[in-house]
C-alpha cells in the first residue's frame, strides 16, 4: 500500500474517522514485557533495546540477516591495533530537528560508559574516545580488538544538547529522568506519548535519513501480560500482532486463515543461576549459615535432576532446542568440544547430595519471572517438581520482570532463571557478562549476579577479545566452555523459540535477536 503523507492522514482523519484507519497502515502490537525506560543507557535488556531500536541509532546496525551494516556512520576502519576510526553520516538530524555530530557520539559515549549506566560493559575495552572533527570519531583500546564494531551494534546515540537541557545527562536504573519517559532520536519512528503500562505511540520520522521500508504512519506498542488475553486480542482484531504467541495456541495459529505464524529459532539460551558468593540461603532452615550451591557436586546434582528434553517436548511444545552451553549453535565461537551436557539422572542427582553431605536433601528459594520469557513461571514450576524428585524442595518465587531485575541486583535468590542472547552473536559476550568476575571498574561482569569468579576464565576473557587467528582463539573459547560445564556455573535449558503471530496482511522480518524492526513492516 502507498505511503499516505501525514498531513493526508490528518485531513482525511477530520472527515472519514473510520475509512482513514483502514487506509492510514497503522500497526498495533502486543508482548509481554513492557520496557522498562525510554532511557537507551538504563537498562541492558531486549525489551528496553528492542524497542528503542526503532527510535534511537547507533553507529552501527544489523541488517536482516544479523550482519553488522553502517548506520550513522558510513564507515570504519582500525587503526593498527590501537582501536577503530568511525566516519559519520553527514545531513542527519535528530526527531527535533538538531543536527548529529561527533559532539553526540562522545557525549553518548562518556554517558553509556558511566557508571550509572547499565551498558557501561560494552566499553571495557575502550580507554579514550577522541573527536577528530564533527564527522569522524576514533575509538582507542587498550589492545586491539577485532569485534569491537560488532559489539556496540546496540550503543544508541542520544543529542548531547537534548539530553543537556533536559537534565538527563547521565542515565538512571532506578529514578527516572526526562529520557525515562521521552526520546529524541535519529531513528524511522518518533516517540509521540508514553503510558508504561498502558501503550507507547510510535509515528513514522518522515525527515529519516534512510530509504523507508515500511508503509506505517503510526505503530502502538500495548503490553499484555497474561497469554491468553494476548491471543484473544489477535483473533478479535485488537492487535495486529503478537509475540511471542504460546506454545500451545501454535496450532490454533497456524490452522486460521486470517493469521500468520512466523516461527524461528532466537539465539537466547536459557538457563538456571546460582548464588555461588552467597553465604546461606534465602528459604532454607535446615542449611542455615551454608550454602549448598557453593559445592560443585550440589550444582551437578541440580542438572541431573532436570530433564530437559522432557522442559522442550511438554512446557515449549516442542517448539524448541536443548542447550549445552551458554550460547546457541549459530554463535561464533560455539563449542563443539564442550556440547555435551549432564543426562537427566534423578538417582546419579541423589548420589551426588548425599556424597556433597545432603543426604536427606534440602529446601531453598527459586526465583523467576512471569512475564519475560515464554512460558517462564511453567518452566519453574516444571522444575521445581523434578529438583524435588531429587531431594531438592523449591519454593518459588514468581514476579513480574520490572521486581525480577531489582531483586536479582539486590542478591534476592537462591537460584534463578534467566535468558541471554549475545548481542555482538559471538560467544565472548556471555563470557564478558555473566561469566567474568565482576569488576566495575573494568566495566565486566555486570550481570554476573551470582558472582562466580574463575582466574583462569578472567585471564583468557582478554585473550579471547584481542586474538585475531581464528584456531587460537576458538582453542581459548573452547577451554572456557569446558570451565563453565565442568564448573556448572549455570544449567543451561533450552534455546528459546521465536514465535511471532500477525494478522495475514503483514509482511516482517523477523530476526535471531527478536527484535521487531518496525522499519521492515509492511501492512497490505
Known sequence: MTKLPRREVLFAAALFASAALAEAAE????????????????????????????VYEGLVRRDKDMAIEGSLAE???????????????????????????????????????????????????????????????????????????????NF?????????????????????????????????????????GVETVLEANDGWWDEPQHNLTRATFIPVANPATAVAALLSGQVDLIDPVPVQDVDRIKRNDGLTLHQGIEARVIMLGFGHQHDGLTASKETAGKNPFQDVRVRQAVQKAINAEALVDKIMRGNAEVAS???????????????????????GARALLAEAG??????????????????????????????????MKATLKAMPVRNYWPELRAGNFDMYLLGWSPGTFDAEHPIRFLVTTRNDERKLGSWNFGGYSNARVDELLPQIQQEIEPDSRQAMLDEVAGIVRDDVVYVPLHIQPLLWGSKANIDLTQRADNFLMLRWVTVD
Not at 500497526?27 to 528503542?52: C, E, I, K, Y
Not at 521521552?182 to 503510558?195: D, I, M, Y
Not at 552451553?325 to 538417582?347: C, F, H, I, N, W
Open 75 to 153: 564507515s570504519w576502519e582500525p587503526l593498527g591495533g590501537d582501536g577503530w576510526r568511525f566516519h559519520l553520516r553527514e545531513g542527519v538530524t535528530f526527531h527535533d530537528g538538531a543536527d548529529f555530530t561527533a559532539e553526540d557520539v562522545l557525549f553518548s559515549y562518556e554517558r553509556a560508559s558511566s557508571e550509572a549506566s547499565d551498558v557501561s560493559s560494552w566499553f571495557a575495552p575502550v580507554r579514550e574516545v577522541n573527536v577528530v572533527d564533527d564527522y569522524t570519531v576514533d575509538f582507542l583500546t587498550n589492545a586491539p580488538d577485532p569485534i569491537f564494531p560488532d559489539s556496540i551494534a
Open 156 to 196: 544508541l546515540i542520544m543529542d548531547k544538547d537534548w539530553a543537556t537541557a533536559n537534565g538527563a545527562t547521565l542515565p538512571a536504573k532506578e529514578t527516572q529522568t526526562h529520557a525515562t519517559l521521552n526520546a529524541n532520536g535519529t531513528g524511522p519512528f518518533k516517540l509521540v506519548s508514553r503510558e508504561p
Open 325 to 347: 552451553q551458554l550460547v546457541s549453535t549459530q554463535m561464533k565461537g560455539y563449542s563443539e568440544a564442550a556440547s555435551d551436557r549432564l543426562a537427566y539422572d534423578p538417582e
Open 358 to 391: 545432603y543426604p536427606d536433601g534440602f529446601s531453598f528459594g527459586l526465583s523467576c519471572p512471569n512475564d519475560r520469557y515464554i512460558n517462564d513461571e511453567a518452566l519453574c514450576k516444571a522444575m521445581t517438581a523434578m529438583l524435588a524428585q531429587a531431594g
Open 27 to 54: 500497526l498495533r502490537w502486543s508482548s509481554p514485557t513492557d520496557p522498562q525506560t525510554m532511557d537507551p543507557h538504563a537498562v541492558s535488556s531486549a525489551p528496553v533495546l528492542g524497542f528503542l531500536n526503532n
